[in-house]
């Protein structure tokens, strides 16, 4: 098994439409495990962060300004290669490219408004999950099915 640990972003416009549960729901009927799950408003400081492969982009403001504009999900997954599974489940950046199916392709709407972030990498993931959660906000537990997966 190659467990990892990947960072799902229920963005302002999932939390706007309520589409936090189907989300949630996709990833546990996936076998993936939420081993740290908060609600919070990203401030620019850490949009900042979270986005500074991008600052020197001309969509870099948009990001920013989209993703402190309402409150977001975040979300810490464990599972088998989580981050490449999570990644499909998502479908692709923009929805209209996004086959049907998947998280993206069912619910996103424009480039913007796509429903979620996910980690494109391991190295990624271990960033952003650093600063969306610390160490004690992860929670380390067995699932009975995990021995079904």
Request: with cysteine.
């Amino acid at each position: 098994m190659n467990a990892q640990r990947t960072l799902v972003l229920c963005k302002p416009d999932t939390v706007q439409r309520q589409l936090i549960g189907r989300v949630i729901s996709r990833l546990e009927k996936k076998g993936l495990k939420i081993i740290g799950m908060k609600m919070l408003r990203v401030d620019e400081d850490l949009a900042r962060q979270h986005y500074q492969e991008h600052v020197e982009k001309a969509f870099f403001s948009d990001l920013v300004s989209f993703i402190t504009v309402s409150p977001v999900v975040a979300i810490a997954i464990e599972g088998n290669n989580a981050v490449e599974v999570v990644r499909r489940l998502m479908g692709a950046t923009n929805p209209q490219d996004a086959a049907a199916g998947t998280i993206r392709g069912d619910f996103g709407l424009n480039l913007t408004r796509n429903v979620v972030h996910g980690s494109d990498s391991l190295v990624s993931a271990k960033r952003e999950l650093a600063l969306f959660f610390s160490q004690e906000e992860l929670q380390d537990y067995s699932l009975d099915l995990e021995a079904w997966l």
